[in-house]
């Protein structure tokens, strides 16, 4: 009995030095102060690429947000490249993706959304699509992924090229009847799931003598943003009654109600009455946003984790880390709240500018100005491996830029489309959005087309320089300015 007791102490106490040694792997933010880049070469890096889905970059304290909701990202920021006008595609997950992989608009790869088509088949990028996974395995890389599901699954056709990948519907060791809301919240993929598993992978393959490319993605921030754990420190004080483990949105922009002098916003959400509609007033809103804040305080706490891994293994000296998004969010601005329905009113600032950290063990902390977009992280990847990119690739390589502050972008370009199914009961036009931008103007066209083959088309033109919150459209004061950007957008894609 007393053998017995022993065994079970010695194994206790292993799974305890376990446990601690995975969240005690020694401070990262340490030795990045204490290292020394040498001189930039192109040589075969380990690259990690993490990417944090629905992440608007104004909500990272690199980037002067008030609220403390990214420590470990800022203290690797401090070392890292950081880039100032990072722009992505579209506002669905699925087509940034794919334009992150290809290095082409989607527009160019033609996979707009994860919809089955009328037909019954889904949208496949096509396997003789370059992307940059089957470049990099030819190249020597080892590749996995661990994802989210939604658009991260191997029918789309990108997911499955990686070597070793995994997409997670739901926490482990969790059981849908005792956790049912957490359960079908986290079927997205979360970093918690995520992260684990990749040092995992990392214990098994960092020393098997191959740069590898791993690539981790969470929909941690995806509304609703109480799920799966609802994290209010950054408004405790909130007394209002909604319940913010739903999903709540609208498909357009929208004019509030007022009510007893006060503005109100009219959601739905989702319930057994697909009529239902709840009202948030501007301090709902609030708390929205506090509550997305506090999804980012809980992803980045699973980053500080891995970049502790990495420190702790030597991995920081030969891994290249870049920190970004598929895209942002809306939560209220011009009065549209997430990015359901056919995209209408989704290409605004908070969606379409990124972030975007690099580390790289050659370089120093700096911060970038020029534009740089989705489609030119996979060249400048392969430049800093000492690659070739293919001719396929339409993103250009922005390493000049980092040296020697050469621009290489005049504008962003992004766009897609929404083509409703025949027997769609709620949505019935197809809807065609056309961005272009730089560091002075913004132009947005967006098209609509009903049945029978009538348009119409919204025009908004922003002066950035004086109005970066998009507010006062300058289509009708400015038609020199509207003809020459309008003129821009029709050669945009191949700019």
């Known amino acids: 009995m007393r053998l017995r007791h022993i065994t079970y102490i010695i194994i206790g106490s292993f799974l305890l030095f376990r446990a601690v040694s995975f969240f005690l792997q020694g401070d990262f933010s340490k030795y990045l102060a204490s290292r020394k880049p040498g001189v930039f070469n192109q040589d075969k890096y380990n690259i990690i690429y993490i990417s944090i889905t629905n992440l608007r970059h104004k909500h990272l304290g690199t980037y002067g947000y008030f609220r403390k909701t990214s420590p470990n990202i800022d203290k690797l920021a401090k070392h890292s490249l950081v880039f100032d006008n990072a722009y992505t595609h579209a506002s669905w997950t699925l087509p940034a993706a794919i334009s992150l992989?290809?290095?082409?608009?989607?527009?160019?790869?033609?996979?707009?959304?994860?919809?089955?088509?009328?037909?019954?088949?889904?949208?496949?990028?096509?396997?003789?699509?370059?992307?940059?996974?089957?470049?990099?395995?030819?190249?020597g890389y080892v590749t996995a992924a661990f994802t989210g599901d939604r658009d991260y699954i191997h029918p789309y056709g990108l997911i499955g090229r990686f070597d070793y990948s995994e997409?997670?519907?739901?926490?482990?060791?969790?059981?849908?009847?005792?956790?049912?809301?957490?359960?079908?919240w986290a079927k997205y993929g979360v970093m918690s799931n995520?992260?684990?598993?990749?040092?995992?992978?990392l214990r098994e393959n960092k020393d098997k003598g191959n740069p590898f490319l791993l690539y981790l993605q969470g929909y941690d921030i995806h509304y609703p943003f109480a799920l799966p754990k609802k994290i209010d420190k950054f408004d405790p004080d909130y007394e209002g009654d909604i319940d913010f483990s739903r999903f709540y949105w609208n498909y357009e922009a929208q004019e509030p109600v007022i009510i007893n002098n006060k503005k109100y916003y009219s959601l739905k959400t989702t319930?057994?009455?697909?009529?239902?509609?709840?009202?948030?007033?501007?301090?709902?809103?609030?708390?929205?946003?506090?509550?997305?804040?506090?999804?980012?305080?809980?992803?980045?706490?699973?980053?500080?984790?891995?970049?502790?891994?990495?420190?702790?293994?030597?991995?920081?000296?030969?891994?290249?880390?870049?920190?970004?998004?598929?895209?942002?969010?809306?939560?209220?601005?011009?009065?549209?709240?997430?990015?359901?329905g056919p995209l209408k009113d989704t290409f605004y600032d908070p969606?379409?500018?990124?972030?975007?950290?690099?580390?790289?063990?050659?370089?120093?902390?700096?911060?970038?100005?020029?534009?740089?977009?989705?489609?030119?992280?996979?060249p400048t990847i392969l430049s800093f491996s000492g690659i070739k990119k293919p001719s396929?690739?339409?993103?250009?390589?922005?390493?000049?830029?980092?040296?020697?502050d050469k621009n290489i972008n005049t504008?962003?370009?992004?766009?897609?489309?929404?083509?409703?199914?025949?027997?769609?009961?709620v949505f019935d036009k197809k809807v065609l959005i056309n961005v272009i931008g730089d560091n002075e103007w913004k132009l947005i066209l967006q098209e609509e087309t009903g049945k029978g083959g009538k348009k119409s088309v919204k025009k908004s033109l922003f002066r950035?320089?004086?109005?970066?919150?998009?507010?006062?459209?300058?289509?009708?004061?400015?038609?020199r300015i509207l003809t020459e950007y309008e003129r821009k957008i029709g050669t945009a894609p191949n700019f």
Not at 102 to 116: E, L
């Open 351 to 378: 969606v379409l500018h990124i972030p975007l950290i690099i580390y790289h063990p050659m370089f120093e902390h700096k911060r970038i100005k020029g534009i740089v977009q989705l489609i030119d992280i996979a």
């Open 411 to 425: 504008f962003y370009y992004a766009g897609s489309e929404f083509t409703p199914d025949k027997n769609d009961m």
């Open 194 to 201: 995520v992260i684990p598993n990749a040092i995992n992978w």
């Open 392 to 404: 396929s690739f339409r993103g250009k390589d922005f390493t000049e830029l980092i040296l020697n």
């Open 101 to 139: 992989f290809t290095s082409q608009y989607p527009v160019q790869h033609k996979i707009f959304d994860g919809r089955m088509h009328a037909d019954g088949s889904m949208p496949v990028l096509d396997d003789g699509v370059i992307t940059l996974v089957d470049v990099l395995k030819s190249n």
């Open 271 to 340: 319930s057994e009455d697909d009529n239902m509609q709840v009202l948030f007033s501007n301090r709902d809103i609030e708390h929205m946003i506090a509550l997305y804040d506090g999804e980012i305080f809980n992803a980045d706490k699973w980053i500080g984790r891995l970049l502790n891994y990495l420190y702790a293994n030597d991995l920081l000296n030969n891994t290249i880390i870049i920190i970004s998004t598929e895209h942002g969010e809306m939560i209220g601005e011009h009065g549209r709240f997430m990015r359901s």
């Open 167 to 184: 997409y997670y519907l739901s926490p482990k060791n969790k059981k849908p009847e005792e956790e049912e809301e957490e359960y079908l």
């Open 464 to 479: 950035i320089s004086e109005d970066r919150d998009e507010e006062n459209n300058l289509a009708q004061k400015e038609p």
